[in-house]
Each structure stands twice: as C-alpha cells, then as structure tokens.
C-alpha cells in the first residue's frame, strides 16, 4: 500500500478508539457502563444495532458470495423487518418495564435461576465463538497485506478493540458505532461508483446489470421448497424471522444497544429504522459484489484468489498441470470478453435473437470456467491440504488491493477493520456485561457493592477478549465466513427463543419444564446439525418449535408440585 494509505487506515482506527475513550471513560456505576444511562436516541440506537450486525465479515465476505452466487443470499434478510415489529411490540416494553441490564435477568422472574443461567450460557458459547470468528476475518486482510503472521495480526485486531470496550462500556460502543457507519457507508457507496468507472466506456449500468443476468447473478427470488437450496423465500421468511427474533430479541449484543435507549419509543424507532434500511443495504453489497463480477468480464480475474495456493502449485510437483489449465483459463477469458461486448452492443442496438445466442454462449464459457477453477482447486488440495480451497472471502479484497487507485485502497480496508471494531465490541460488552450480571453477580459473588461489579464486568470483558483471541487464532475458512457465522447462530439461537417464547406467551408452563425441554432441544438441534439433512437456517425454527411443544409436553406430565431440579 502506498503511504496515503496507510495515513487514512491508521487515522481512521486511531481516531474510532480515542473517541471512544475519550467520551465515556469513568463510568463508576453498573447503568453507566451497561446501559449508557439509557441516553441513547433513535438513530444512534438504530446504527448501532446496524453497526453491531454489519461485521466486517459482512463486507469481507458478502461481495465474494456475490460474485460467486449472485445475489439470492438477501433472501436471507427477508424475515428481518418481521422480526422487528414482533419485537418492538412485545420484547422491548418487556424489558424496559423490568429495568434489566440483560435479556435473561427476565427469565429469572419467569421461570427460576437454573432457565435463567443455561440461557445465558448458551448465549455465551455462541457468541463467545462468533467474536472469535469476528476477529478473524479482517486479519486474514491485514496477514495477507502485511505478509504478517496471521496470529501476530489476530493478537493487534483484538487489542485494540478491547481498549476501548473494556474502557468505555456500552456507551464507548454506541458512540463509536454511529462514526464506524458513516465510513462504512461512504465506503461502499465510493466503491460501487469506481467499479462503475472502471469498466470499459461503453458498458453502461443497464449493460452490466444484463451481464450479470447473462450470468446468472441476478436470480434474487427462489420460491422452490428444495431443501438443498440454503436461500430461497421461504428460508428468509421462516428460518429467518426465526433467526433474527433469537439475534435481536434474545442476543445481548443486541439487546444492549436498545435497551440503552432513552425511552420505549427511542429504542422501538431505532429498531424500525434498522428494519427498513438492513436489507437494501444487504442487497446493495451484494450488487458491489456482482459489479466486480462484471468488472471481471473484461479485466482477467485470478483462477484462485487466495495467492497463497498459487504461490504452493508453482513451486510443487503440479507446476505443468496448473500451467495447462491456466493456459485454457486464459483462453477462456478472451473468447468471453469478446462475446460480452458483441452482447451489450446486440442489446443496445435491440438485436433481442443475436442477443440470446451470445447469452447461451456466454453461459457455456462460464460453465468450462468453473470447470477449470474446480480442476484447480483440486490441485491445491493436493499440493497442500491445509490450504482452504473456497475463496469467497478473497474476492472483494483482491479487488480492492489490485484494482482500486491510492486512497481508496486504505478507505476500504477502514471500512472493512471499522466493521470488525464495532460488531466485535458489541460481542466484547455483550460477553462481559452478561457473564457479570447474570452469572457472577447472581449466583457466585451476590451483595457487593456498584464499583465492585463494575470492575469484575470490564475484567470479565477483557477475559472474553483474550477467549476470543484465543478462539481467532484456531480459526479457518468455512464455506465462506459470513455463512460460518450464521451456522454457529442457528445452532443455539432456536433453543434461546423457544424459551422466551414460552416466557412471553405461554404463562402455563414452569421453569422446570422449559428447562428440561432447552436442554433435550439443543441436543436435538445439533444432533440434526451433525446428520446435515436440512439447510441450517431451518435450525432455528426447529429449536424454537421443540423448545415449545416439548415444554408443553413436560409440563402436563410433570407433577404440579414437582421437586425442583
């Protein structure tokens, strides 16, 4: 990177973390440092919840989905507007009546303290993986950029997003947040418009959005029932009302940021404007994805993006069979770059029959370039079994590095790592602010007084911070991250709704059975996970089904004065 790059990357994220600092450093007391004494106002409640969602997975790893898929994964946020009307009509007065500082100090009221602790320590185990994954994406940018060991890189991210956290609390989170956004957005949208500018001179937008469909990356909506098909309609509408209820209702990496807000009708705003704005966001990613597929038509991409396993083959015994596929790679290339431009000139001349047999062709060239990217992937696995052959996740980093001009590289790479810094704090406080109110304050260390547990919650966040290091540095590529990410969720999210659903609306059923029915629940949920017969997102629908009808189940066959458990 040129030194204008580096100025603008380091400035940025010196800049997020003094600032949070400085603003919020001294909180002596639990609803200064949890809840932010509750100051917060709409908007900022509304970033932040975007802000702690949006990871820099989400902008590492979405583009390369879209490049490679197209842009059916926003199927996966149809179920998000749903989720937040549910929640603002029934989560949020809950628990802004209750006064908690976490979502399952509720269930300790509603149920009994053993429903109250295994909820929470799901919650924990889950997101205790999911920071560790959250670290570990943007380092494999700067490992990659630096040629640094990746988990000297992993050791820096990490740091330096505890400092502020740990300092700072909940409040340090919100107000860096709304900063870590608007880089975010400027970001992306300045992106978006270079990759436009960048392609050849008469390929208009209308040009590359038929491109894109000629390969296939604008097929949006499946409304098939194809349980192989991980995104369709009826995954958004379903598994993942399901999945967002569980991550904004019942996460406390969400629910912290509204329950910092200034009132019932703040942090309900908040969340309606995080409803109406998440999935155009999420489909405008994923356009920029598909732009810098479009791009690629007429700019040769790499084989395999992740250089690394070039670099193995050529110094391996494979050396000659890569070079012949990459020989008809490049072969390939050229034939489709001809026809992409022979097709948007049949298109804009409204040659509709000329048009349609360049498109077959076309098809045809991108089905032997998969072919080729296949054959080479085995290859690597042969040379190196180590090597992670999806690379989804180097796309849109490739992209930025080789192909954007000085300046932009290192606002990209702030957009990516400010990503990181916002969700991964969220995760930290979240971590923190739960293992002290609902497990050491509750059960280990009851009656101390407010400095008291504030010190354990920020040693208790900075201990969350070394797991999650820790967690990063065992880390490697799934089939992409953000896909990693989802699958970790949807393995626990199921059980921990059911529950608050039985709390909320199911006033029959005890805490013995609701607590009996989470634990046989999630073994069923993973034990469904490990035989791979459905999509994972339909975990969180199953979970959250078992939870209900086998507490229901429990409950009339228990005895109505039971022994507790």
């Known amino acids: 990177m040129s030194p204008i790059d580096w100025s603008i990357l380091i400035c940025t994220l010196a800049a997020i973390v003094i600032y949070g600092v400085y603003k919020t450093y001294g909180a002596k007391n639990m609803d200064g440092y949890l809840l932010g004494d509750q100051q917060a106002k709409w908007w900022t409640v509304g970033l932040s919840v975007m802000a702690t ?3 820099a997975i989400t902008f590492l790893s979405t583009p390369g989905q879209a490049y490679h898929s197209g842009m059916g994964f926003v199927q996966f946020y149809f179920g998000l507007p749903i989720a937040m009307v549910i929640i603002c009509v029934s989560f949020i007065p809950i628990y802004h009546k209750l006064k908690v500082y976490t979502a399952y100090e509720f269930l300790e009221g509603r149920f009994d303290l053993k429903t109250r602790s295994l909820t929470a320590i799901l919650f924990l185990v889950q997101r205790g993986l999911g920071a560790g994954i959250t ?7 700067l490992s990659t950029i630096l040629k640094w060991n990746l988990n000297a890189t992993i050791l ?3 740091v330096l997003v505890i400092i502020y956290t740990v300092l700072g609390g909940t409040r340090a989170v919100n107000v860096t947040q709304k900063q870590q956004m608007t ?3 400027i970001g992306m949208f300045i992106a978006f418009f270079t990759i436009l500018n960048l392609l050849p001179a008469d390929i208009t937008f209308s040009n590359a959005l038929q491109i894109a469909g000629a390969g296939d990356k604008l097929d949006i909506l499946d409304f098939s029932f194809d349980l192989d098909n991980k995104y369709t309609v009826w995954t958004g509408l379903t598994g993942g009302v399901f999945l967002m209820l569980s991550y904004f209702g019942t996460d406390q990496s ?3 940021r509204y329950l910092s807000g200034k009132s019932i009708r703040e942090s309900r705003l908040g969340l309606i404007f995080n409803g109406l704005v998440k999935v155009p966001m999420q489909f405008f990613i994923l356009l920029v994805g598909v732009m810098v597929f479009v791009f690629y038509q007429f700019n040769q991409a790499p084989i395999f993006f992740n250089e690394v396993g070039i670099e193995k083959v050529m110094e391996s015994q494979y050396k000659e069979d890569f070079e012949k596929i990459q020989n008809d790679y490049d072969q390939n290339y050229q034939a489709k770059s001809e026809l992409q431009l022979s097709y948007a000139a049949a298109i804009n001349t409204q040659n ?4 349609e047999r360049l498109s077959g062709e076309i098809k045809i060239l991108h089905t032997e370039e998969l072919a080729l990217r296949d054959a080479t992937k085995e290859i690597i696995k042969k040379v190196d079994t180590t090597i992670e052959t999806n690379d989804k996740d180097y796309v849109f980093i490739h992209f930025i590095l080789n192909q954007l001009p000085r300046g932009l590289i290192g606002l990209l790479l702030a957009v990516i790592l400010s990503a990181a810094m916002s969700s991964c704090a969220s995760e930290l406080n979240a971590l923190g602010s739960t293992t002290s109110v609902d497990i050491y304050k509750r059960s280990l260390a009851p009656g101390r007084d407010e400095e008291h547990y504030v010190k354990a919650s920020k040693w208790l966040t900075l201990l969350w911070g070394v ?5 990063a540095a065992w880390g490697t590529l799934f089939e992409n991250l953000i896909q990693l990410v989802n699958i970790i969720g949807s393995l626990f999210y199921g059980t921990i709704l059911g529950v608050f659903i039985v709390a909320f609306y199911i006033k029959w059923i005890k805490g013995n059975a609701v607590f009996l029915s989470a634990l046989i629940s999630e073994a069923i949920v993973i034990y469904i996970f ?6 994972y997102l339909w975990l969180n629908l199953i979970g959250c089904v078992l939870v209900v009808v086998i507490a229901s189940a429990l409950q009339a066959l228990l005895p109505k004065k039971g022994v507790a458990l």
């Open 53 to 55: 969602q949006a990871s």
């Open 135 to 141: 670290i570990f994406a943007p380092a494999i940018i």
């Open 156 to 158: 820096v991210i990490g």
């Open 183 to 185: 880089i975010i957005m």
């Open 254 to 256: 969400q629910v912290a």
């Open 352 to 355: 509709d029959s000329e048009a």
């Open 467 to 471: 797991i999650a290091i820790m967690f």
């Open 530 to 535: 490990y035989l791979d017969v459905v999509p």
